[in-house]
């Protein structure tokens, strides 16, 4: 850091890397929980709906903490947010055993990392609104929410021989681990931002540090300004976010925390057996989500498209080809065409992040935390949702006698969020806009 300091690399894109790397170790943590957790519990029995229960208590945790995590981070910094946050979900991760007998202390435990994590998010988006002038923003967005796709896959990689040679209760360590160094790291190259590594904007010499910077539009509110609460909670560009945001975690969570049981019940086959095939579609969602940032800034800095164009354009093409690929996948009775139709599904649904993610930013500059807050919350729902009502659809199955190896046991799981995606997209063609619409 010290060298790139030297070489006048700009502070802001180590703050981007940094962020990078945030939610690649935050989706190692959830991904790491859901293949320990489902082996520990499937050594000891445990039905599927009490499965569905646990591991959606996280996303009960979330929920709770995101518009509080968007007001936080804009009254007290979007940088402390984010250290508090991580220490607090590693310390418990470091601390709490995994034992699914241990019904109570599971539940706790889940739900407290959701609420710490819950803060993420929102103090991202803060910190990256404070940061990125308009024309990085599609590609810092959207290398940093990469991140999470590549700690899916190298979670998907790396934890299931873990697990076997090591016990579930070793991923719980290697989380912390991650947790604590990131922090570490956090605490001593990130800074609030100065004025000398804005973008340069041509203006009088005598122009305040507030002005520069809403210039240079990389901006936050002042920490005294009254938030716009009934303007946005009651503005149809923003609920075309809120909308989309629900289906891309409806869809994604369900995937994350049930495709696993997928291979080992559906198809009979072992997450260790499958190799580094189970980590494509996470890797593709990392490649597509950056991908359609390079493009989506590609398409408004050379005037091809408007922002609002550009940001429905991706938006489309993402969902509805992630539509057609999750409701093809229950279709396939083989590993090599479950792991196509994933990685479709999800890496097209990473490139649709180019158009309703990037757009907190577009239609709120200054209260971005914000209205990711509210966007995420919607997200977060969504976790619980999908997550739990796919439990209770598949334990309902079971009691209906029907064979969980049966690809029409699991066609409803993967048809709800692809008729989401197709209806999100909808709406989003519809209400959305690239404009600012919040001062």
């Given at each position: 850091?010290?060298?790139?300091?030297?070489?006048?690399?700009?502070?802001?894109?180590?703050?981007?890397?940094?962020?990078?790397?945030?939610?690649?170790?935050?989706?190692?943590?959830?991904v790491g929980f859901s293949i320990a957790y489902t082996v520990a519990a499937d050594a000891i029995g445990v039905n599927q709906a009490n499965k569905g229960m646990i591991l959606s208590m996280f996303y009960y945790g979330?929920?709770?903490?995101?518009?509080?995590?968007?007001?936080?981070?804009?009254?007290?910094?979007?940088?402390?947010?984010?250290?508090?946050?991580?220490?607090?979900?590693?310390?418990?991760?470091?601390?709490?055993?995994?034992?699914?007998?241990?019904?109570?202390?599971?539940?706790?435990?889940?739900?407290?990392?959701?609420?710490?994590?819950?803060?993420?998010?929102?103090?991202?988006?803060?910190?990256?609104?404070?940061?990125?002038?308009?024309?990085?923003?599609?590609?810092?967005?959207?290398?940093?929410?990469?991140?999470?796709?590549?700690?899916a896959a190298g979670g998907m990689l790396f934890f299931p021989s873990l697990v076997k040679h090591m016990g579930a209760q070793s991923v719980f360590f290697v989380e912390a681990v991650l947790g604590v160094a990131w922090s570490v790291i956090w605490l001593k190259f990130?800074?609030?931002?100065?004025?000398?590594?804005?973008?340069?904007?041509?203006?009088?010499?005598?122009?305040?540090?507030?002005?520069i910077k809403a210039q240079a539009g990389g901006v936050v509110a002042p920490r005294t300004v009254k938030i716009p609460w009934r303007r946005i909670i009651f503005s149809l560009p923003v609920w075309a976010i809120v909308v989309n945001n629900f289906t891309f975690h409806y869809a994604l969570y369900v995937?994350?925390?049930?495709?696993?049981?997928?291979?080992?019940?559906?198809?009979?086959?072992?997450?260790?057996?499958?190799?580094?095939?189970?980590?494509?579609?996470?890797?593709?969602?990392?490649?597509?989500?950056?991908?359609g940032g390079v493009v989506?800034?590609?398409?408004?800095?050379?005037?091809?498209?408007?922002i609002t164009k550009t940001r429905k354009l991706l938006n489309t093409i993402g969902f509805v080809v992630s539509a057609v690929a999750l409701m093809a996948l229950p279709l396939f009775r083989t590993p090599s065409g479950t792991v196509l139709c994933s990685s479709i599904s999800l890496g097209f649904l990473a490139l649709g992040r180019a158009g309703f993610a990037v757009n907190h930013m577009d239609v709120a500059p200054k209260f971005a935390g914000i209205v990711m807050g509210v966007s995420n919350t919607a997200g977060t729902l969504a976790g619980i949702v999908g997550v739990g009502l796919t439990g209770s659809i598949l334990e309902g199955a079971k009691a209906s006698n029907m064979d969980l190896t049966n690809s029409e046991t699991w066609k409803t799981v993967f048809f709800v969020p692809g008729y989401l995606c197709i209806f999100s997209s909808i709406i989003f063609l519809i209400f959305s806009t690239g404009e600012k619409i919040f001062e």
């Open positions: 850091m010290t060298a790139l300091t030297r070489m006048k690399f700009p502070k802001r894109y180590v703050i981007v890397l940094l962020t990078f790397i945030c939610t690649n170790v935050c989706y190692i943590e959830r979330y929920v709770l903490s995101q518009i509080p995590g968007g007001w936080a981070a804009q009254r007290i910094g979007g940088r402390r947010v984010l250290l508090l946050s991580f220490v607090l979900w590693s310390l418990i991760c470091g601390l709490i055993p995994l034992d699914p007998k241990r019904e109570v202390i599971l539940v706790l435990s889940r739900l407290f990392v959701g609420v710490a994590q819950g803060f993420i998010f929102p103090a991202i988006h803060t910190v990256l609104a404070q940061w990125v002038p308009p024309q990085e923003r599609s590609r810092s967005v959207s290398l940093t929410t990469s991140g999470m796709y590549l700690g990130s800074s609030e931002p100065p004025r000398t590594d804005l973008p340069k904007v041509s203006m009088p010499k005598v122009a305040s540090r507030e002005k995937l994350m925390n049930w495709l696993p049981t997928y291979f080992e019940l559906g198809l009979q086959l072992s997450l260790q057996d499958m190799g580094s095939s189970k980590m494509l579609p996470y890797f593709n969602m990392f490649i597509f989500s950056n991908i989506a800034d590609h398409l408004i800095t050379r005037r091809i498209l408007s």
